[in-house]
């Protein structure tokens, strides 16, 4: 029994941890390799999508490292309603040098692969949703993203340079945001000219890793508003310490039936 528990834990917590770099990475600020999970949401990003208020799109993180390895590379689907964001992804689909095949088999054996995030700055909260082990867990938004929605943040655009990124001529700028509260963040943003300015690709740099994200085969119809709410029916968990005790309460029980 023990040697049962001791690699699921392990891996439990492996999943912790791409759950964090995933959540973090959504917007591209908070991409920690090894850091904790986090919500993973940046009020003011939305300022990057400018006009465009609804779309929905597939999307890639990619994390190399200063010899442009790849340490990660995660597909996922993703859609915007009115501020509200959506992201989808199968950690079982993630590669790189972090993408480790036998985890990766048993998160999909503890039902943990699938994440969907739901981000509701209406509500200033996200919803984490795990549908293979049917649970949520509910965070909320910390104070200074709510403040960044309130009074949103400025933008100031440099060109760099042009590229054509699939099969789209874009702008290449270096764009600083700034908070009410004086944070400045800078990213790489390529904006695609036939697409109304669309953020096609964002890049940041972090520890040395540089971090990409990418959108593929956009669409400007509106998604559903169900996509944009949590599921009914789930065990709801208030916190992701209350969740972690769930799953490894829930592994323990599995462990004791065999």
Request: hydrophobic share 40%; aromatic share 8%; net charge positive.
């Amino acid at each position: 029994m023990i040697r049962t528990k001791r690699p699921r834990a392990k891996v439990l917590a492996f999943g912790f941890w791409v759950l964090g770099l995933w959540c973090g990475s959504l917007v591209l600020l908070q991409a920690q390799v090894g850091g904790p999970p986090r919500a993973g949401f940046d009020a003011a990003l939305l300022q990057l999508f400018g006009a465009h208020k609804a779309f929905s799109a597939q999307g890639e993180l990619r994390v190399v490292d200063a010899q442009q390895q790849e340490k990660v590379v995660l597909p996922m689907e993703f859609a915007m309603r009115d501020g509200k964001f959506r992201t989808e992804v199968d950690l079982t689909r993630m590669r790189g040098s972090q993408a480790n095949p036998e985890q990766m088999a048993m998160l999909k054996q503890m039902g943990m692969e699938r994440i969907v995030s739901i981000t509701r700055p209406d509500t200033g909260s996200m919803h984490l949703v795990f549908p293979s082990v049917r649970a949520t867990v509910k965070l909320e938004m910390p104070p200074e993203d709510r403040a960044a929605l309130e009074k949103p943040a400025t933008l100031e655009r440099k060109k760099v340079g042009e590229e054509t990124l699939d099969g789209h001529r874009c702008q290449k700028e270096q764009v600083t945001l700034t908070t009410a509260q004086g944070r400045k963040t800078e990213v790489t943003v390529w904006t695609a000219s036939d697409l109304n300015g669309f953020p096609l690709q964002i890049q940041t740099t972090e520890k040395g890793d540089t971090v990409t994200f990418r959108y593929r085969n956009v669409k400007f119809t509106t998604p559903g508003q169900e996509l944009f709410e949590p599921p009914t029916g789930y065990t709801a968990y208030s916190s992701m310490e209350a969740f972690t005790a769930g799953m490894m309460q829930r592994l323990m029980q599995e462990s004791t039936r065999r």
